[in-house]
């Protein structure tokens, strides 16, 4: 029988105590554990045929990368750790729970910044929509990585382990943790208490959302462990999306996935009909503003124009007032007309936009709302609705 005092005068020290063939044994039980689960009690009834395309185009990338990262793998991140690992900022800590547990959630916490930042620039997301687009979410779906990003991240936790000084031991196991929950919030499964788990940790459910087609549902629950940093973020969604994937036919065969990694997005076209129709709304949002007050018709619709063109094309075609000739005209307009701001009493439910109460000023005509519901198409090309 084990004593305390056994336990006292034991060195412990947790991380250590887990060798690394142990921690990937650990992983492919798991992985096998959550493949059978899927398999037997899958959340969604998956064709085979796809489901099976689905893992073999998956593992083929997963070799692939396993190749491609070869000389960075994980053992070159406890290389990296190994060396500089005494120098960083951690160091000053004397408690080594307290070391260990600061570092697993910087490292988490960097997860969650480099996959908002994929979200967030065309550039990053070109090797990340590689992950996207698997529209059969299961187990596999976890190993469809661009193995440029796996070289970024790889980058960001070398930098971030020499800057804090995480230990060998400690990224060992942050590696095992990180795998093993990216691997189960991919498992097409769905059990009792997951919604009260996804309190603490991203569950399939939550990561489910973030696989959705739709970008106002995929752009949210970018954890990888912990489902902290999006309720701390705003980030957090749990509407269940209808598809899964990205929008348009993308190839889901190993040689042309590579090559749709290295496809720049093609750039938003936008129907001429849908433009005017914004810059329609625009325009009214301003009457609209300032009481339908007439007079500055014209210049809020040249406003409207120039801001939504801005808007979709990039392009800034403001019109410059010119102070020596009309500057009655140009500072009536300026206080007049308000600035194109998000409304405040606009929210985001899922995918639509709900009216919440104007404190002062007209209410939102119905057709408004009509208009700004409809507007998904706008979403759909990877642009915000500027109200
Ligand atoms: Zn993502």
Same mark, same amino acid.
């Not at 690992?85 to 408690?95: A, H, I």
């Not at 094309?313 to 075609?317: K, N």
């Given at each position: 029988m084990v004593r305390l005092t056994t336990l006292t005068e034991f060195n412990f020290r947790w991380p250590t105590l887990v060798p690394g063939e142990m921690l990937a044994l650990t992983l492919l039980i798991a992985f096998a554990v959550f493949a059978t689960l899927e398999f037997h009690a899958p959340r969604e009834k998956l064709p085979k045929k796809y489901l099976r395309q689905s893992y073999k185009t998956n593992f083929c990338l997963f070799i692939v990368n396993s190749i491609a990262m070869s000389v960075v793998s994980a053992s070159s991140l406890l290389i990296v750790a190994g060396r500089y %690992? *005494?120098? #960083?900022?951690?160091?000053?800590? %004397?408690?080594p729970t307290c070391k260990a547990v600061l570092s697993f959630l910087f490292l988490d916490l960097l997860m969650y910044l480099w996959h908002k930042a994929s979200h967030r620039f065309d550039s990053l997301w070109m090797f990340h929509r590689v992950h996207h687009n698997d529209p059969y979410l299961n187990i596999s779906t976890a190993f469809r990585v661009h193995f440029l990003e796996l070289f970024i991240i790889f980058i960001l936790k070398a930098i971030s382990i020499i800057i804090f000084g995480i230990e060998e031991a400690i990224v060992l196991t942050s590696e095992a943790v990180m795998t093993f929950f990216i691997m189960f919030h991919h498992t097409n499964i769905s059990f009792m208490g997951e919604k009260l788990l996804g309190h603490i940790i991203i569950v399939p459910s939550l990561h489910r959302t973030h696989h959705s087609t739709q970008r106002c549902e995929h752009d949210s629950n970018y954890g990888a462990v912990l489902s902290l940093w999006d309720r701390l973020f705003g980030t957090l969604s749990e509407v269940q999306p209808v598809a899964i994937g990205i929008k348009g036919s993308s190839p889901q065969d190993l040689v042309n996935l590579i090559k749709f990694g290295f496809t720049p997005p093609t750039p938003p076209t936008v129907q001429p009909l849908n433009l005017d129709d914004m810059i329609a709304e625009a325009a009214y949002y301003k009457a609209e503003k300032r009481g339908f007050y007439p007079g500055n018709d014209l210049q809020d619709w040249l406003e409207a124009k120039s801001e939504i063109i801005a808007l979709v094309? #990039?392009? *800034? %075609?403001t019109p410059k007032c010119n102070p020596s000739a009309h500057a009655a005209s140009c500072n009536a307009s300026a206080k007049n007309t308000a600035p194109f701001a998000p409304l405040p009493w606009a929210k985001r439910t899922g995918c639509s936009l709900v009216p919440g109460t104007l404190a002062n000023g007209p209410q939102p005509s119905k057709h408004y709302w009509t208009q700004l519901n409809s507007t998904d198409s706008i979403q759909s090309h990877g642009l915000e609705i500027p109200w």
């Open positions: %690992s *005494d120098k #960083g900022l951690f160091n000053t800590l %004397s408690n094309y #990039g392009v *800034d %075609s």
